[in-house]
């Protein structure tokens, strides 16, 4: 595969990425999409809020569209692979991809980043034996499911009583757990609890439960909450490390600045989904994103102003 040429190397096979791929196959783009295999939300068992596949499961997801972009022979795949590097050229970018090293270069005219970002869990003990059962990181997605019960928001950030107001519209019965941090100061404690949240700061020493499924939640100071479910608030980063030779501009948090359009400050580079900007991370924003994004692509390339 060494230096074989396409219009758009796409790296990302998530709803963003894969969504792009399908609009610029169809469009008549040569695409190389590129894909860890690695997808963040691998712990959970089913997705919500994904028009007409409500409750499908996210490897299924991926796998149907994974099925239909089979029948573009101008769009290859190509799994369990990362890119390990890009640089510039003088018709685009060299790409150096293959599995735990380098193994081959492709050209492409234009790139789009689609790789999401990284979740960094609080520091709770047994946290990842929950997740994606009964405990989950999007409210939009899961909220719905865990309406009315006994629920937990676990975090450490700085947004975190955004969250449990947030939260709050879906149960009468949560509450907050910092963990020990100091991340919600007293009048916004007495905020909280005058809206029926309870705050509890002792850091947390077990979380309960079998199979996934938590029960309840003990902290160091010896109390124990009764708990059916809840949220996590992680930390997320972007892996940019390999745009060294033509990094972007990115923002305080580290995510990649776009414009409107999905473009970065390199020309011929893009992204979209959650490596682009913070906002709802639902997977059908990020394959709208994808879609939004290959139009760009395609009006680029040939010159034409877009209004996307």
């Not at 293959?98 to 270069?105: A, F, L, N």
């Not at 939009?140 to 955004?162: F, M, P, Q, Y």
Request: proline share 5%.
């Amino acid at each position: 595969m060494t230096d074989p040429e396409y219009d758009v190397l796409i790296v990302g096979g998530g709803p963003a990425g894969l969504s792009a791929a399908l609009n610029l196959g169809r469009a008549l783009m040569r695409v190389l999409l590129i894909d860890a295999d690695r997808p963040r939300n691998a712990a959970t068992l089913v997705s919500h809020g994904f028009l007409t596949r409500d409750g499908v499961s996210p490897h299924e997801l991926r796998r149907l569209a994974r099925e239909e972009l089979a029948g573009y022979p101008n769009v290859v795949i190509r799994t369990r692979r990362r890119v390990f590097g890009i640089a510039a050229a003088a018709d685009g970018f060299l790409a150096e991809v293959g599995r735990r090293e380098p193994t081959d270069v492709v050209r492409a005219r234009a790139v789009l980043l689609a790789t999401g970002v990284r979740e960094q869990l609080p520091d709770v003990p047994n946290l990842r034996g929950f997740y994606g059962v009964s405990l989950f990181s999007c409210v939009a997605c899961d909220a719905w499911d865990l309406r009315e019960k006994s629920l937990a928001l676990i975090g450490e950030s700085a947004d975190l009583v955004a969250r449990a107001r947030l939260i709050a519209r879906w149960t009468s019965r949560l509450t907050v757990f910092t963990h020990g941090s100091a991340v919600i100061g007293p009048d916004e404690e007495a905020e909280l609890i005058a809206q029926g949240i309870a705050v509890e700061r002792s850091p947390i020493v077990e979380l309960r439960g079998e199979r996934g499924v938590i029960t309840g939640i003990r902290v160091a100071d010896g109390g124990d909450h009764a708990i059916d479910g809840g949220f996590v608030q992680p930390q997320w980063d972007a892996e940019l490390a390999y745009l060294r030779e033509v990094m972007p501009d990115i923002d305080e948090d580290g995510h990649l600045i776009v414009d409107r359009s999905g473009r970065t400050s390199r020309s011929g580079l893009y992204a979209a989904g959650d490596i682009a900007a913070p906002g709802p991370q639902q997977l059908v924003v990020a394959a709208g994103a994808g879609a939004r994004v290959a139009a760009v692509i395609v009006h680029d390339t040939l010159g034409v102003t877009t209004t996307h």
